[in-house]
């Protein structure tokens, strides 16, 4: 038991460690100049250097994703426990829901900027827009799946809609919700740096514009790789939250 665990928490690292030794061994293989792809050890270099401005840029960027995504979290788990606690909200929004999450989000942007001007408030708006209807669909889903029978069972007892929804609803819907933000927080991260690609003054996505623009690619990779690890980060939390939060939805800790 103990090995298998050392193996699980090991594999990840042993996985990305060999992804970076493959892109090194490529690299150095075929004399890929830098200008093309630069290798792992140079991105690092690039980091190292410039690391006074990725440090602004990237806490630019995770405030703006963050703000973002908190704004998403409280306005979709409200509009979802509205749409998944009435059938007929969740018929006639179903609709409209689908549609606003067809509209590519970079789209949005430029009419953003018309709105409130270059800064953090396009970044952060766009983060909150990639990042709300995945949270708000989980929970609609999870709410508008609550057995009907336990529902009869809780109005025959004298339970108020109000009661269920807060008592059960919302409960049932919990492992919906925590695998939402896992998705949502990585496209709360790619909103933002969309946005302040196109639209900003600061953060990752001005960094990555500004580098390229001058044909820094070792910069452009450092920043992704940022970016990435930033990702990942907010990713666990939100699986460490997940696995304390709702242990009691979890029969088993095996595959099938």
């Known amino acids: 038991m103990n090995r298998r665990k050392l193996r699980?928490?090991?594999?990840?690292?042993?996985t990305a460690g060999g992804f970076f030794a493959v892109w090194e061994v490529a690299c150095l293989a075929f004399d890929i100049p830098q200008s093309i792809l630069p290798s792992p050890i140079d991105s690092v270099r690039a980091g190292i250097e410039f690391w006074p401005v990725i440090l602004s840029a990237s806490?630019?960027?995770?405030?703006?994703?963050?703000?973002?995504?908190?704004?998403a979290l409280v306005v979709g788990v409200a509009l979802g426990a509205l749409v998944g606690s009435s059938q007929a909200m969740y018929r006639a929004t179903n609709p409209l829901l689908i549609g606003f999450n067809s509209v590519p989000k970079v789209a949005m942007v430029p009419v953003l900027v018309m709105w409130?001007?270059?800064?953090?408030?396009?970044?952060?708006l766009t983060a909150f827009l990639t990042a709300f209807f995945p949270i708000l669909a989980n929970v609609a889903t999870g709410i508008a799946t609550l057995e009907p029978e336990l529902a009869d069972v809780l109005r025959s007892l004298g339970a108020k809609r109000s009661v269920i929804l807060r008592k059960v609803g919302l409960p049932r819907a919990l492992p919906y919700l925590f695998a939402s933000l896992k998705v949502a927080i990585s496209l709360a991260f790619v909103g933002s740096v969309i946005a302040e690609m196109v639209a900003s003054d600061g953060g990752i996505g001005y960094l990555l514009l500004t580098a390229s623009s001058s044909f820094r690619v070792p910069l452009v990779f450092a920043a992704l790789l940022v970016v990435g690890v930033l990702g990942i980060l907010m990713y666990l939390i939100a699986d460490l939250i997940e696995r304390r939060s709702t242990r009691w939805a979890t029969r088993g800790g095996g595959s099938l």
């Open 59 to 71: 806490m630019q960027t995770l405030y703006t994703t963050l703000v973002g995504f908190f704004i």
């Open 116 to 124: 409130f001007g270059i800064g953090s408030v396009p970044a952060i």
């Open 8 to 14: 699980q928490a090991l594999s990840p690292w042993i």
